[in-house]
């Protein structure tokens, strides 16, 4: 089945900086990569998602890219603000008709002002 | 549109007792999902469902039924609960296995 790999598990970075989180998988089959957040007591709630036929999507400050070759893909967020503050989800789908998402094992990204 | 909603939000069970979780959607979507979320960890699907009548196995199944009687809603069973199933369980549904939407969580701790 699909393994995702995400990394790094914590990370910190001044207001305003830029923060990256990366995930790989397993599965060339993979044709489908959302981002989730999910704050503190809350549920995931999907940022953005790119699909495998696109090597790059954008969305104001945050935006995903998609290496399909090195099976990676990565979340940057820019000019981060303390409501960046959560834990981040990588996810990978499978088309295989059960249309299952893996989930990556969480990032808890922490701004400092 | 209410999205997903969860009962209970939290509940305390004993050791070998047994105990449903509900989840309802109303925005018709044929996909239901089931997840655990240990504390400081991903999420683990437990059963899904590709429409009413069809459920299947995820990764950690384990000490869990369900069933999907109608497109709403999709109940999660835990028959002799045990203390390895204290978590939260987030149920989830999409449209053709795009965006999951996530209920609000119910906080499980099995004494």
């Known amino acids: 089945g699909e393994n995702v790999e995400q990394h790094p598990s914590t990370l910190s970075v001044q207001e305003g900086d830029s923060a990256v989180i990366k995930c790989t998988y397993s599965d060339s089959a993979s044709n489908y990569f959302p981002w989730y957040k999910q704050e503190l007591g809350k549920r995931p709630q999907l940022i953005i998602d790119?699909?495998?036929?696109?090597g790059e999507k954008k969305d104001q400050r945050i935006a995903v890219t998609l290496n399909k070759t090195a099976k990676h893909f990565s979340l940057h967020i820019t000019e981060t603000q303390p409501e960046d503050s959560a834990v981040y989800f990588c996810?990978?789908?499978?088309?295989?008709?059960?249309?299952?998402?893996?989930f990556g094992t969480g990032t808890r990204l922490t701004i400092i002002p | 549109n209410a999205g997903v909603t969860q009962t209970p939000k939290f509940r305390i069970l004993k050791i070998g007792q047994s105990m449903t979780l509900q989840c309802t959607q109303d925005m018709n979507h044929n996909y239901m999902y089931w997840y655990r979320q240990d504390p400081g960890m991903g999420l683990k699907l437990i059963y899904y469902s590709v429409g009413a009548g069809i459920t299947d196995k995820g990764e950690v199944p384990n000490g869990y039924n369900v069933s999907r009687s109608t497109t709403e809603d999709f109940p999660l069973r835990l028959e002799l609960a045990a203390p390895s199933q204290t978590s939260v369980y987030f149920c989830a549904s999409s449209y053709l296995g795009n965006e999951q939407f996530f209920g609000p969580g119910t906080r499980l701790t099995v004494l």
């Open positions: 996810a990978a789908r499978v088309v295989d008709g059960n249309e299952k998402l893996t």
């Open positions: 790119i699909r495998s036929n696109v």
